[in-house]
T-cell receptor
Framework: QKEVEQDPGPLSVPEGAIVSLNCTYS??????FMWYRQYSRKGPELLMY????GNKEDGRFTAQVDKSSKYISLFIRDSQPSDSATYLC????????????FGSGTKLNVKP | DGGITQSPKYLFRKEGQNVTLSCEQN?????MYWYRQDPGQGLRLIYY???????QKGDIAEGYSVSREKKESFPLTVTSAQKNPTAFYLC?????????FGQGTRLTVV
């Protein structure tokens, strides 16, 4: 079993839709949860970062962590064509020199 | 501006050649990582270094080598022993809670 599972998609939605991206994980020691956005032929850029359980909102983006279910989500409201990218979840235990575990990425296409 | 710089952006390698990908960071991070990304396979760890003059193999280290002589630099050499080197290579440096990535090098065998 992989440490982090992520549906690869692709996910295609019309402009303005609410998008839900999800990851599940198996290691209960994970405390730090991140979402990265990667445009084609570019390096991933950090989008959202959350510590432990709960929600975090940043503009149209909301990150949600449910540690009891080992499940994290990224919601995108009012999706735009510029949101079309691959979204990777990542997580770590959070200690010094810790290791990051990445999902395989979900490809999102927002159609105008 | 703090960040990670990878060069070159595109690299072409002939059969049997060794090539070196550069990765430099000015974030003062101790930990640096190299990943390979193939379509539909996510990030696969090649090598990582947690401190100068020390590095460890990742999941797919065969055919690759690294050095870490300076904190800022972590070059990756793709050797002729790597049978399928065509891929997108990403370098990352880690703070305590976040990973920062370079813009990647696309290596193609010709």
């Amino acid at each position: 079993q992989k440490e982090v599972e992520q549906d690869p998609g692709p996910l295609s939605v019309p402009e303005g839709a609410i998008v839900s991206l999800n990851c599940t994980y198996s290691n209960s020691a994970f405390q730090y949860f991140m979402w990265y956005r990667q445009y084609s032929r570019k390096g991933p850029e950090l989008l959202m970062y959350t510590y432990s359980s709960g929600n975090k909102e940043d503009g149209r983006f909301t990150a949600q962590v449910d540690k009891s279910s080992k499940y994290i989500s990224l919601f995108i409201r009012d999706s735009q064509p510029s949101d079309s990218a691959t979204y990777l979840c990542a997580m770590s235990e959070g200690y010094n020199f810790n290791k990051f575990y990445f999902g395989s990425g979900t490809k999102l296409n927002v159609k105008p | 501006d703090g960040g990670i710089t990878q060069s070159p952006k595109y690299l072409f390698r002939k059969e049997g050649q060794n090539v070196t990908l550069s990765c430099e960071q000015n974030l003062n991070h101790d930990a640096m990582y190299w990943y390979r990304q193939d379509p539909g396979q996510g990030l696969r760890l090649i090598y990582y270094s947690q401190i100068v003059n020390d590095f460890q193999k990742g999941d797919i280290a065969e055919g690759y080598s690294v050095s870490r002589e300076k904190k800022e630099s972590f070059p990756l050499t793709v050797t002729s022993a790597q049978k399928n080197p065509t891929a997108f290579y990403l370098c990352a440096s880690y703070g305590h809670t976040e990973a920062f990535f370079g813009q990647g090098t696309r290596l193609t065998v010709v």
